[in-house]
């Protein structure tokens, strides 16, 4: 019987030691980064941790090829207007079950930080 209540107890010692890791999970970014605003501002739970893509938001892959600063900022402001005037963006949006969120009251500054943070590196964005 001693036995079986050692094996019970090391199994519950084990059993959350894996639970608290599980709940710690990855450290985040460091405060104050582009990648800290990227997941501060939502960006990640759409388009990934590693702007991989998900099924509710597309990957963030070679933005570069189509994206300037300022056109992106400007689509950060209000995804819904320049969606409308642009076909491939108005597909795309029609491809996802979320909504682009409009980010009018974010200071310039932390948008185009925002902007070049996934223009950066963006076509490495799902290399492993």
Same mark, same amino acid.
Request: glycine share 6%; net charge negative.
């Given at each position: 019987? &001693? ?47 590693? &702007? ?12 570069? @090829? &189509? ?9 950060? &402001? ?31 500054? @932390? ?18």
């Amino acid at each position: 019987m &001693r036995a079986t209540q050692i094996v019970y107890a090391s199994f519950a010692v084990v059993a959350s030691a894996i639970l608290l890791l599980a709940a710690c999970g990855t450290p985040g970014p460091e405060p104050g980064t582009p990648e800290a605003f990227y997941v501060d501002l939502g960006c990640a739970k759409c388009h990934g941790n590693e &702007r991989e893509g998900l099924r509710s938001g597309p990957p963030l892959d070679n933005l570069q @090829d &189509r994206w300037q600063e300022k056109s992106l900022v400007e689509y950060f &402001r209000n995804p819904k207007e320049v969606a409308e005037a642009n076909p491939r963006l108005k597909y795309m949006a029609e491809n996802y079950p979320i909504v682009m969120p409009a980010f009018p009251n974010t200071s310039d500054d @932390d948008l185009y930080a925002l902007a070049r943070y996934v223009l950066s590196d963006s076509d490495q964005a799902t290399e492993g």
